[in-house]
Nanobody, 122 residues
Framework: QVQLVESGGGLVQAGGSLRLSCAAS????????MGWFRRAPGKERDFVAA????????YYADSVKGRFTISRDNARNTVYLQMNSLKPEDTAVYYC???????????????WGQGTQVTVSS
């Protein structure tokens, strides 16, 4: 079992940056693949980015490629999402999730955080 707590959301102008953090409890964090997702108002939850347990592999949605960077610090049990060149369409609640099965390419996210709001003004 792992608990995830996101932080770092807020209000930012278009073109600005934010860094989201997701702190995990438990000693097994370093063995999990991790992902970031988002849900915009009135829309389905969408995949944003993923990182393998070692940090050696990453994957991004086309909509954020080149602007967002996912990273992790296993010593701190934390995964990050650096978001640059933000656009109004990035406005959403952002969630982190943990995949204990490490099935890269076919992830099964078993644990989810409560989310953090990101609002980008035009």
């Amino acid at each position: 079992q792992v608990q995830l707590v996101e932080s770092g959301g807020g209000l930012v102008q278009a073109g600005g940056s934010l860094r989201l953090s997701c702190a995990a409890s438990g000693r097994t964090f370093s063995s999990y693949d991790m992902g970031w997702f988002r849900r915009a108002p009135g829309k389905e939850r969408d995949f944003v980015a993923a990182i393998s347990w070692s940090g050696g592999r990453t994957y991004y949605a086309d909509s954020v490629k080149g602007r967002f960077t996912i990273s992790r610090d296993n010593a701190r049990n934390t995964v990050y999402l650096q978001m640059n060149s933000l656009k109004p369409e990035d406005t959403a609640v952002y969630y982190c999730a943990a995949d204990p099965n490490r099935n890269w390419g076919r992830p099964t996210y078993a644990y989810w955080g409560q989310g953090t709001q990101v609002t980008v003004s035009s």
